[in-house]
């Protein structure tokens, strides 16, 4: 079985669209700006190749503000906010608040399981806490007077000139006591916030979804729509979540097998931006649809994503067939932005927002593994990368939440999870007050009936030695760590504006292998970042000799809009950037398969996920430390199941072996 070459650096990236069960074959990490050998282009200065690109709705510059609450509060996002939902404990004392606020920094205890145990709100306590939605604009007091007797006007006032996200907990004071206030959820406007335009008449023909029963129109019940994923396990998570909304609008998925001759009515391509040549992609594949609707046919199309962040309305110009353009941040909000695209309009959603939790269930690739987002967005500024600008600052979910989520899945049958982040060692950062990843993944791996718990991508600058830790302690945590190094040069590295040294690295590395040496480690790396010398590419393979990864994502330097070193001159020649992937691909097929081999004859753990396509009489699984196995078996009976796998042989980048008993 060969490599196919199609990782970049960050979350694992593919170049066609991709499913979870072809993600799951292979280790993941936060996108990036590069591209495979494949995608390799010219190496002029790119000052002027991106002209046309719009300005990033999120601050991109270094040093530029990146608090959330204070881009939201100042744009539609806090203009449009309509309603906050609320937990609360009482106390009749200031002392015993901040003692209190303690606790929950330290996640020694749940914000819910404190309020069951020490509020002085007999209303709220054994609801843990739970206040509810309250109104935003509520200038006389009337819209919330129901709860003025749990949480009087004096603190709702107080809690709202406070400029808080999700997540946050703040301390204010009532004529009742002292509260401490947690954020859990918001809710904004959508539709207000994004720009509707209404089509031209007897320009093109409008939407599917105009005679359906958005429209009150009974004659055609049985819509259906076709979705394609590109890019990283961001899209997958993303894309799932925008189909739990499109089912609960009662659009059916189109079956190939059964529908045969029948067009989805509803068209959504969810876009990565991490390559050169991605907007190229997306108008290739939009062709054979925009054209259905040049010919009249009746259909919606929606390009969702970081192409569609990155392009905004120029996407329209390009393609006025196009009826939605929507970045990430409202993947779960493509249901309300439908109701405009249902009435004859163009919409256009990518102004920054608070991220919201799910109004429905996303719809899950797999009944084994599941993704869960825990943080959003990203505050670096590396040279190289583009997701500041299309997935925007740092936004964490609040711990009950996750929790809450984890718990559903376990309950549901699910016995992997994996936390999603493209910084994920941040995880906390953005909260008031500031909580930590390593305390997460305790609280999490610590869950009832969650047998794997695994968490991608980690930043060698914020990694903490106690995420080491709290994996060695933490039974459900897989002994996998992808951790993307992208130079092994410290010049190449200070360019890049990592925030770290190839020492620092390697002291992360000594603490996983002094913890836990049998752990698997992986990594993003990069060739040909511009000013990269032959010498700089040498320190990048001693590295990679020093640590012997499982496994490597090997990229070629590709040039992105909105990049400081898209700009740069120095730019390595494309038969330069060619040659160094394909020798540091050699090193790390080397090392991929000597790191397996050492489970040769060794009897292992396999969580079966899916058939083997290419042996229908085999089952395919992944151990513990994220290595894909194929052993015989019935996949209708083994699915989900942890089987004990005796391996027979190896190969780079997968076992083979027999089930023990």
């Not at 869950?447 to 995420?467: A, E, W």
Request: with cysteine.
């Amino acid at each position: 079985m060969k490599l196919r070459k199609v990782f970049c650096s960050g979350l694992f990236l593919a170049s066609v669209p991709v499913t979870h069960s072809y993600i799951s074959r292979h280790v993941g990490s936060t996108a990036r700006g590069v591209k495979c050998l494949s995608m390799v282009s010219t190496s002029d200065p790119r000052v002027d190749k991106y002209a046309d690109t719009p300005e990033s709705k999120y601050p991109t510059r270094r040093g530029a503000e990146v608090d959330a609450r204070k881009i939201i509060a100042t744009g539609s996002g806090r203009l449009h906010l309509t309603a906050v939902r609320l937990n609360h404990i009482l106390f009749a004392s200031d002392e015993l608040a901040q003692s209190s606020l303690h606790e929950l920094r330290t996640a020694t205890m749940s914000f819910e399981d404190l309020a069951k145990q020490i509020s002085m709100c007999s209303e709220t306590r054994d609801k843990g806490g739970s206040i509810g939605w309250i109104s935003v604009h509520d200038e006389d007091g009337s819209k919330n007077e129901h709860l003025d007797l749990i949480f009087p006007r004096e603190a709702r006032e107080q809690a709202a000139q406070i400029t808080t996200k999700p997540g946050d907990i703040v301390l204010v004071e009532s004529p009742r006591g002292y509260h401490l206030v947690q954020v859990v959820d918001v809710m904004a406007d959508v539709r207000k916030m994004a720009d509707v335009k209404q089509r031209r008449r007897n320009h093109l023909k409008t939407s599917s979804l105009s005679g359906s029963f958005l429209s009150g129109d009974e004659s055609k019940k049985d819509l259906t729509y076709k979705l394609e994923t590109m890019g990283c396990q961001m899209n997958i998570a993303d894309s799932e979540r925008m189909e739990g909304q499109l089912q609960a609008m009662g659009i059916r998925k189109l079956n190939p097998e059964t529908d045969v001759g029948v067009d989805p009515d509803v068209v959504v391509l969810n876009t990565c931006s991490i390559r050169e040549h991605a907007e190229s992609k997306v108008y290739s594949y939009l062709g054979p649809h925009t054209k259905r609707k040049r010919d009249g046919e009746d259909l919606a199309i929606v390009v969702a994503g970081c192409v569609a962040q990155q392009e905004g309305e120029a996407l329209l110009r390009k393609v006025p067939e196009i009826d939605l353009v929507m970045g990430p941040q409202y993947a779960n909000r493509i249901a309300d932005l439908l109701e405009d695209v249902s009435n004859g309009n163009q919409v256009i959603a990518t102004e920054a927002s608070h991220i919201m939790e799910d109004s429905t269930k996303p719809r899950r690739q797999s009944k084994v593994a599941a993704w869960v987002n825990v943080i959003y967005g990203c505050n670096e500024r590396c040279a190289f990368c583009i997701v500041p600008t299309t997935r925007g600052v740092e936004q964490s979910r609040p711990m009950e939440i996750i929790v809450q989520e984890v718990e559903e899945l376990v309950a549901n049958g699910y016995k992997e999870v994996t936390l999603l982040g493209q910084n994920i060692d941040a995880y906390g950062r953005d909260m008031i007050p500031k909580r930590k990843f390593s305390d997460l993944l305790r609280t999490v791996g610590n869950i009832p009936g969650l047998q794997r718990l695994r968490f991608v991508t980690s930043h060698p600058r914020y990694m903490s030695l106690g995420v080491v830790d709290a994996v060695a302690e933490t039974p459900s945590a897989c002994e996998n760590f992808h951790i993307p190094f992208q130079s092994g040069s410290n010049a190449i590295l200070a360019s890049m504006g990592r925030g770290h040294t190839r020492e620092k690295y390697l002291h992360i590395v000594n603490r996983i292998k002094s913890r836990i040496p049998d752990a698997a480690i992986t990594a993003d790396v990069i060739v040909g970042f511009p000013g990269e010398t032959e010498e700089d590419f040498q320190d990048t393979l001693r590295l990679m000799e020093e640590v012997k990864f499982d496994t490597v994502n090997t990229a070629a330097y590709s040039p992105r809009p909105n990049t400081p070193a898209a700009k740069w001159e120095n730019q390595v020649a494309d038969d330069v950037k060619q040659e160094r992937l394909q020798r540091i691909n050699v090193l790390v097929k080397q090392h991929a398969r000597e790191r397996r081999s050492r489970l040769l004859g060794r009897t292992v753990e396999v969580l079966v996920e899916e058939r083997n396509v290419r042996v229908p009489t085999q089952v395919m699984g992944r151990t513990r430390h994220g290595y894909i196995t194929y052993f015989e078996g019935d996949i209708d009976e083994l699915r989900g199941a942890l089987v004990d796998v005796k391996i027979t042989s190896c190969q780079s980048f997968y076992l083979a072996g027999d089930a023990v008993g």
